[in-house]
């Protein structure tokens, strides 16, 4: 049996213990290293049960914590950005799961790249602020980006052994998120956690609070341009509340193919792992007979803003999506601490916007600076 070896970066967060799940249930598996944040407990519980050759921490004091925990076994321990660069690089590893959280997805994806490794991807911000390079740069070294999102999995199945220059549309579905259907008005008092209550789909915290937001699905919108080489004006959002058609493609002659299922991120963590195969995965199935109905309605930009503001950000291009998701990661950690109301999440990405002077084609070393200043800027105003 040949074993598919693979490191992830971001492995106690919600995609990373989700792929390592599929992991569990598959013995044809094998993961090299692992990377967390600042989980060492979490961690230390990983190395044990994969025995990774890598393990990487993001400080150092957390790097000794873990060094000392896991002393009797053989995973060798590593700390911060060259950690991360280590674990990206390594020629154990065939496939780099991208589940870090963040902007610091981006070098140790264009290293992995570099490497000739293919990427599952599930970081979100590396395409948002780095697509122009990335996507060609993946072409030029011939290595497959793999999307591990709900809906670029699902866009990407609806794919297969279709004529890319076929696609009329990409409809992308958005469940609305806990407060579809109210009016600004009625957001003004929303709690931390009321935002976090979301209807269909179990998330990281972040990620939950862009969903009530729509900033989510402005960032889907901008990574399927990158992803799947399309203009803006076509792609199109529309909310589907019962999360069960994941997203579709339209095509030329007015077919539209869909990918249905459960809400399961485990189906397009696996779809990826294994990619182009499919293998048997547990868990619920769609009964129709059950379901009944599915609605459809046009997403509400007037009251939820995020959508229309990365549409705007992406049109701008250059270095205003990196202002929109820096603007944005920073907001919902202030909302997350209690230290802003809701509606003002919107109000500080729209204020960052608006004072920024845009780079064209940014380098890395630029995005990530770009970065630094809407954090100043935004802290200095806020």
């Not at 866009?155 to 004529?163: A, S, T």
């Amino acid at each position: 049996m040949d074993m598919r070896k693979i490191a992830i970066i971001g492995s106690t967060g919600s995609i990373g213990t989700q792929t390592l799940d599929v992991v569990r249930a598959n013995d044809d598996l094998e993961v090299v290293a692992l990377a967390a944040g600042n989980n060492v407990e979490l961690l230390e519980k990983q190395v044990r049960q994969f025995r990774p050759r890598l393990a990487c921490v993001s400080k150092e004091d957390k790097a000794k914590e873990l060094s000392l925990r896991i002393k009797d076994t053989d995973t060798k321990v590593l700390c911060g950005m060259e950690g991360l660069l280590e674990i990206a690089t390594m020629p154990e590893s065939e496939i780099l799961v991208t589940a870090i959280m963040g902007m610091i997805g981006i070098r140790p994806t264009i290293a992995a790249i570099e490497a000739g490794k293919d990427i599952a991807l599930a970081n979100k911000e590396t395409l948002v602020t780095a697509g122009h390079i990335i996507m060609p740069l993946a072409k030029e070294k011939n290595v497959s980006i793999l999307p591990v999102d709900s809906e670029h999995s699902a866009i990407f199945q609806c794919l297969q052994g279709e004529k890319r220059e076929q696609v009329s549309k990409l409809i992308i579905t958005a469940s609305g998120g806990p407060f579809r259907g109210r009016r600004k008005e009625e957001l003004k008092n929303i709690q931390v956690e009321d935002a976090l209550k979301h209807p269909n789909w179990v998330m990281g915290r972040k990620i939950t609070i862009d969903s009530s937001t729509l900033v989510n699905k402005g960032l889907e919108v901008i990574e399927a341009k990158w992803l799947f080489g399309m203009e803006l004006e076509d792609i199109q959002v529309v909310v589907h509340p019962q999360s069960v058609i994941h997203s579709m493609v339209e095509f030329k002659d007015g077919a539209i193919i869909a990918q249905l299922g459960t809400p399961d991120m485990k189906l397009p963590i696996q779809y990826a792992l294994y990619y182009p195969d499919r293998k048997f995965l547990a868990g619920d199935r769609l009964d129709f007979a059950k379901l009944k109905t599915m609605t459809f309605e046009a997403p509400d930009m007037e009251n939820f803003r995020g959508l229309a503001l990365a549409i705007e950000a992406s049109k701008t291009g250059g270095s205003m999506p990196t202002v929109f998701n820096a603007a944005n990661e920073l907001a919902v950690a202030k909302f997350l601490d209690k230290k802003i109301k809701y509606l003002e999440i919107i109000d500080i990405i729209e204020d960052a916007m608006k004072g920024h002077k845009v780079i064209q084609n940014p380098k890395v070393e630029e995005i990530l600076g770009v970065e630094q200043q809407v954090y100043e800027y935004i802290e200095g105003r806020w």
